[in-house]
């Protein structure tokens, strides 16, 4: 469906999936995805992407993050500039697409959205999107306000539509991956690994806590706010989850959980300046890899299992 050769795509890291770790992904075999917000305008957007074509001929998408923010947002324009550019693949996330389907879908584009919850798996192949990526409680960023992990929402995912199933939240080798597509999943997403990676443009600090982290230290903010997310366990989550608390209001809340301040650490590397998303996987990412020898890593790995399957006696048949 998308031209790639292996079924794996980076997850939209807001500033951080740019043009060179997105050519990375798409290079190496995988689906790279840019985020658009990352660009105050879609004229910004544009520059992008024409990088991105500027560093690979394979496929990449882009993302359009659907999430509240303080100012008006033309999404149509962002949509329009990825598509005029020959953007063939878009993401959405965050809110339900269907203002923007028939702009979409008269272009030609194909269509992936991203959702947290088996109900909006199937409104997202009702509005017409070609695949569907659905995210446990395990991922960075928002996972929806259910608690329900990936073992459980890949297979549910997959039970309820006819179109492919992507699989996000707590995978970053080649185990997850495997197991992802053992559940019925067509491929899979992954964030926090590509964010630990040479390509992605992440202050030295960060990365040097995301190294050090474990599988329990991240948590989840903006609960109050119906738009659940995890991120680092730093200070400064604990002083958002401690507004929360408190009774913050959305404006109260917002100028604390902007993406403009997670741009702002990414490049300060002050890990108390801002809400860093972080997925629970974190604890399993102990080294900075190539985007290359993750995918590649992934990939050879995969057939290993594949055979300690076969030694243990789940024989596999050629089709
Ligand atoms: C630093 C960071 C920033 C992210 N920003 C966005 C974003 O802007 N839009 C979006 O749809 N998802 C965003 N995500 C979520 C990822 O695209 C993906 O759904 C998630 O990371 C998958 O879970 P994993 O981290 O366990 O692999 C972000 C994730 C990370 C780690």
Same mark, same amino acid.
């Given at each position: ?5 292996? #079924? =794996? ?9 740019r ?7 798409? %290079?190496?075999?995988?689906?790279g995805?840019?985020a ?6 879609? +004229?910004?957007?544009? $520059? ?9 001929d394979? #496929? ?13 947002? %033309?999404? !149509? $324009?962002?949509?329009?500039?990825? =598509?005029? !550019?020959?953007? %063939? =693949?878009? $993401? ?5 697409p ?5 702009? /979409?879908?008269?272009? @030609? ?16 192949? +009702? /509005? @017409? ?14 996972p ?6 990936s ?8 039970d309820?539509?006819?179109? #492919?199933? =992507?699989a ?17 999943? $067509? ?11 040479? *390509?992605c443009?992440l202050h ?9 982290? +474990? *599988?329990?230290?991240? /948590?989840?903010?903006?609960?109050s ?7 680092m ?10 507004? *929360? ?5 959305? *404006? ?24 860093i998303?972080?997925g ?5 990412i ?9 995918? !590649?890593?992934?990939? %050879? ?6 055979? +300690?399957?076969?030694?243990? @006696?789940? #024989?596999?048949?050629?089709?």
């Open positions: 469906m998308f031209g790639i050769e292996y #079924p =794996i795509i980076q997850g939209a890291m807001l500033w951080l999936s043009a060179e770790l997105v050519a990375a992904v798409s %290079n190496a075999g995988g689906l995805i840019i658009a917000l990352t660009f105050p305008t879609a +004229r910004e957007l544009r $520059e992008e992407i024409k990088k991105t074509k500027s560093l690979t394979k #496929p990449f998408a882009v993302n359009i993050t659907l999430l509240p923010t303080l100012q008006q947002i %033309n999404y !149509e $324009e962002y949509i329009d500039a990825a =598509i005029e !550019e020959g953007v %063939n =693949i878009i $993401e959405t996330a965050g809110r339900s269907k203002p923007y389907i028939k702009q /979409l879908k008269d272009a @030609g584009v194909k269509v992936m959205h991203k959702v947290a919850r088996v109900k909006n798996v199937k409104t997202a192949e +009702r /509005l @017409g999107v070609d695949a569907v990526t659905i995210v446990g409680f395990e991922a960075a960023g928002h929806g306000m259910d608690d329900v992990t073992l459980v929402l890949i297979p549910l995912a997959v309820a539509v006819n179109i #492919p199933v =992507i996000g939240g707590g995978i970053a080798d080649a185990r997850g991956f495997v197991a992802a597509l053992a559940l019925g999943a $067509e491929g899979v997403l992954m964030g926090t690994r590509f964010m630990v990676s040479k *390509e443009p030295p600090k960060i990365v040097q806590w995301l190294l050090q982290a +474990r *599988e329990t230290d991240t /948590l989840m903010i903006e609960r706010i119906k738009n659940a997310a995890r991120v366990k730093t200070d400064f989550a604990q002083r958002v989850l401690e507004m *929360e608390e408190k009774g913050a209001t959305l *404006e109260q809340l917002l100028p604390m959980i902007s993406g403009d301040r997670s741009k702002r650490s990414y490049i300060s590397g002050d890990v108390n300046d801002a809400a998303a972080c629970q996987v974190v604890g399993l102990h080294e900075i890899p190539t985007v290359r020898e993750s995918i !590649e890593g992934i990939i %050879n790995e995969a057939r290993l299992i594949g055979q +300690r399957l076969y030694k243990i @006696g789940m #024989p596999v048949e050629r089709g």
